[in-house]
């Protein structure tokens, strides 16, 4: 088993900055990848960052690509996503989710394990 627990939303102004982390505990890592999806009112839930635990492979939606990183601290046991230049659009729930693959995974059926949530929103 994992436990997710994502943490780090807030509010922020359009060109603001925020990093979300995922603390992560339970069995042992070392096989899964780690990703970010987020869900807005009304839409589906969509991928937007993943990254693999045992090398730090990671990799990112078009939408935010060279705004957003994907980075993990194996110490820790923590997930970080660090983004930047946010837009409105960026508002929505952020989950983290773990699930064991190799290579890039995108789709949510890859994942087994999801924390609650943690709500971004920004403001124009």
């Known amino acids: 088993q994992v436990q997710l627990v994502e943490s780090g939303g807030g509010l922020v102004q359009t060109g603001g900055s925020l990093r979300l982390s995922c603390a992560v505990s339970?069995?042992?890592?070392?096989?899964?990848?780690m990703s970010w999806f987020r869900q807005a009112p009304g839409k589906e839930r969509e991928f937007v960052a993943g990254i693999t635990w045992s090398d730090g492979y990671t990799w990112y939606s078009n939408s935010v690509k060279g705004r957003f990183t994907a980075s993990r601290d194996n110490g820790e046991r923590r997930v970080y996503l660090e983004m930047n230049s946010l837009k409105p659009e960026d508002t929505a729930v952020y989950y983290c989710?773990?699930?064991?693959?190799?290579?890039?995974?995108?789709?949510?059926?890859?994942?087994?394990?999801w924390g609650p949530g943690t709500q971004v929103t920004v403001s124009s």
């Open positions: 339970g069995r042992s890592l070392g096989d899964y990848v």
């Open positions: 989710a773990a699930g064991k693959a190799v290579g890039v995974r995108t789709t949510m059926d890859w994942y087994d394990y």
